[in-house]
């Protein structure tokens, strides 16, 4: 799915109407949530909404904001299962109880989006209309029938930004869609913005739509993302996926965001863009029809002690790439993927002597190709005397017979197996954004000014002339920070 968020402006009167219907919605929302659990067992959708509904009957919302209050609340409920979620976040709650805020401004950050889910019957939505050019929004309520008069809608204006680029594209293709009755639009409504989430499939004239990748089998990339770095490597394995020792590494390349600490929301969605887009054109050089992640990482949060580690960790949402990357991917024909990731990073820089986050990438590319290829067992077939003379100074015990004790031993031995990232050595030329970092061309990651840079290996003749002494050795050798174990 794809939202494009659009400020909006409305009148006073229609503000406090909408500022209403988010005050019933949210509390729709929070009982949903309470009561989504009945004696150990989870209540059916049919059973929570005629709960919801009883409850809040005769307001000035109608049966199908409870219809989505009641969905909200069982995603919620996935969520947070244990229905344990705070509603207006704990650090604010935490600052209510201290008394740095009001009850009124309590209650305001309590507030939801007001959410209605797309019907294409009713042209797109129950709710809200979009105009042919994008430019204006209209917002109707049926409000509760009275005794002796007829049916009264409540109708506000919204009057919305224009959108520029793809969005204003895709806005405008969905509006014509929508009253067309072919898709469904679901709105949310904040203080601020409209957010309209569409599906991509749904325009065939989608702006980033482009033509099918012709995929070469056996081939697959990796994803690893780490705090500050995201590893992408492309891996070929024709023969048996359960092999490290006939999976190929064909390129890699390490992005580093260096956000710095007041990075907007904008420009960190950015960087992720930057990154998909490069990921994509990847799947394009090599004929690559299989993206792999690693699963769980949306849920990955810190809250220790160092706020520099908190930061690195939280500061960007793994899920809004790997949505991202998974919508730019449909989108070319390309298949994503998340798969089990235990020992990924051990195996990975055992197996592939690339910078870390790359050496695991390539691993998590491997075992994507291990379950398109119908294996159960992500883990690559443990091969005898494999693993011996990785180290000169130091061997693993002999007893090790699977990954998990090669994964044990390393530790308890305290090696250090992983391969360090590069280091930026110069500063880029500033007509091509170029420098050189032990046999790694160096690139910007977005434009002039903006953080982000991509190390990429020489040897895959990025941009890089081969007689450049730079990158060389004298034997015209590119250099290299990593030795062989």
């Given at each position: 799915m794809q939202t494009i968020s659009i400020p909006y402006r409305c009148s006073a009167e229609d503000r406090d109407f909408i500022v209403a219907v988010r005050r019933v919605y949210s509390a729709a929302v929070r009982t949903g949530y309470a009561n989504a659990e009945r004696d150990g067992k989870s209540l059916k959708e049919k059973e929570l909404r005629e709960f919801v509904k009883a409850r809040f009957a005769g307001?000035?919302?109608?049966?199908w904001v409870m219809h989505c209050a009641t969905l909200e609340a069982r995603d919620l409920r996935k969520i947070v299962p244990d229905g344990s979620m705070l509603f207006g976040g704990r650090k604010d709650f935490e600052r209510r109880i201290k008394g740095l805020i009001d009850k009124a401004e309590w209650k305001n950050k309590r507030l939801r989006p007001f959410c209605s889910r797309g019907d294409k019957i009713y042209a797109g939505n129950r709710h809200f209309k979009l105009s042919e050019d994008g430019l204006s929004c209209t917002f109707s309520m049926m409000m509760p029938r009275v005794a002796g008069q007829k049916m009264q809608w409540r109708v506000v204006k919204l009057d919305l930004a224009h959108m520029h680029g793809n969005a204003g594209e895709i806005v405008r293709q969905a509006a014509k869609l929508a009253a067309e009755k072919k898709i469904n639009i679901t709105f949310r409504i904040d203080d601020q913005?409209?957010?309209?989430?569409?599906?991509?499939e749904d325009l065939p004239d989608h702006p980033e739509r482009r033509q099918p990748i012709k995929a070469v089998p056996g081939r697959a990339?990796?994803?690893?993302?780490?705090?500050?770095?995201?590893?992408?490597?492309?891996?070929?394995?024709?023969?048996d996926p359960t092999k490290l020792s006939e999976t190929e590494l064909l390129e890699h390349q390490l992005v580093q965001f260096d956000l710095p600490l007041d990075a907007s929301a904008e420009a960190?969605?950015?960087a992720l863009a930057k990154v998909c887009d490069r990921t994509i054109r990847l799947c394009r050089k090599w004929g690559i029809g299989l993206i792999t992640f690693?699963?769980?990482?949306?849920?990955?949060r810190s809250g220790?002690?160092?706020?520099?580690?908190?930061?690195?960790?939280?500061?960007?949402?793994r899920s809004l790439l790997i949505a991202m990357m998974t919508r730019k991917a449909r989108l070319c024909g390309i298949k994503v993927i998340e798969v089990w990731g235990g020992y990924s990073t051990t195996i990975g820089n055992l197996a592939f002597e690339v910078p870390d986050a790359c050496a695991s990438a390539a691993e998590i590319a491997r075992r994507g190709l291990a379950v398109t290829g119908g294996y159960k067992d992500v883990l690559p077939a443990f091969e005898e005397g494999w693993l011996s003379g990785r180290w000169k100074d130091q061997t693993l015990p002999v007893e090790c017979g699977c990954w998990k004790d090669v994964h044990q031993a390393i530790k308890t031995a305290k090696i250090g197996y992983r391969r360090p990232h590069p280091t930026r050595a110069s500063v880029p030329d500033p007509r091509t954004g170029l420098s050189a970092c032990g046999g790694y061309a160096v690139r910007r990651l977005n434009h002039r000014h903006r953080p982000g840079t991509v190390y990429m290996p020489v040897s895959h003749g990025h941009g890089l002339n081969s007689a450049d002494n730079r990158f060389h050795d004298g034997n015209?050798?590119?250099?290299?920070?990593?030795?062989?174990?």
């Open positions: 307001g000035i919302v109608d049966a913005k409209l957010h309209v989430t569409i599906d991509p990339l990796g994803v690893d993302l780490n705090p500050n770095f995201v590893g992408l490597s492309v891996v070929q394995n024709v023969d960190v969605r950015e690693e699963k769980g990482l949306g849920k990955l220790g002690k160092s706020k520099t580690r908190n930061r690195l960790i939280n500061y960007w949402a015209g050798k590119p250099h290299s920070i990593f030795k062989s174990g």
